[in-house]
């Protein structure tokens, strides 16, 4: 079957870094997406990753290895606007995505 | 402003009663989706339409139905047959489906209820 971990819940300090990381499991891989979601409100496109490496923009980046199945999102100098869940996604070979159960990321000031 | 508008925001549905969400987009895009989120589970599609007047099963699409009459408007009818249907349900639109790199854009959400 298909899959994707994230953790549940992460606990961040306001200025801090945090690493939120997903693995996956697909049938087939057209890439991996980064979403940032909070609490009753529709999700934000936040990234892209098809080849093996890290993409930055701005505050975020995201890292990807296709051998281990793996990714992160590296959130720095957080603000307490980053408080949010963060939903990692795969395509898959039928071009469908592949959500995991997103990752709840609390900023303590 | 371009976007996905979703309506009504909050649902409330009564045993036997069928329900229709609203999802409309002016992206012009070609690929709506309808997703269902639940609490520690990931969005799982129910289902999604790539042109007009065509749309397919997702993983989750007994006891809900839809139709796809003009490419901005993709309603999502909750039937009675639906056991469990409280949940988020999210309206999405991508603008092309070769292009493996299109993100799926979204609607704010419906939280429907069971009264």
């Known amino acids: 079957g298909q899959n994707i971990d994230q953790p549940t819940e992460m606990t961040a300090t306001e200025g801090a870094i945090v690493q939120i990381n997903c693995t996956y499991q697909?049938?087939?891989?057209?890439?991996l997406f980064w979403y940032q979601q909070h609490a009753g409100e529709a999700p934000t496109f936040l990234s892209y990753n098809v080849l093996d490496g890290l993409e930055e923009k701005g505050r975020f980046s995201s890292f990807l290895s296709r051998s281990k199945g793996y990714s992160y999102l590296l959130l720095k100098e957080l603000q307490m606007k980053d408080s949010a869940s963060y939903l990692c996604a795969v395509r898959d070979s039928n071009y469908q995505l592949i959500w995991g159960a997103g990752t709840k990321l609390i900023i303590k000031p | 402003d371009g976007g996905i508008t979703q309506s009504p925001k909050y649902l409330f549905r009564k045993e036997g009663q069928n329900v229709t969400l609203s999802c409309e987009q002016n992206?012009?895009?070609?690929?709506m989706y309808w997703y269902r989120q639940d609490p520690g589970q990931g969005l799982r599609l129910i289902y999604y339409s790539q042109i007009v007047n065509d749309f397919q099963k997702g993983d989750i699409a007994e006891g809900y139905s839809v139709s796809r009459e003009k490419k901005e408007s993709f309603p999502l009818t909750v039937t009675s047959a639906q056991k469990n249907p409280t949940a988020f349900y999210l309206c999405?639109?991508?603008?092309?489906?070769?292009?493996?790199?299109?993100?799926?854009?979204f609607g704010d959400g419906t939280r429907l209820s069971i009264l």
């Open positions: 992206l012009n895009h070609d690929a």
């Open positions: 697909t049938s087939g891989f057209n890439g």
């Open positions: 999405a639109s991508s603008d092309d489906t070769g292009i493996p790199s299109q993100p799926q854009h």
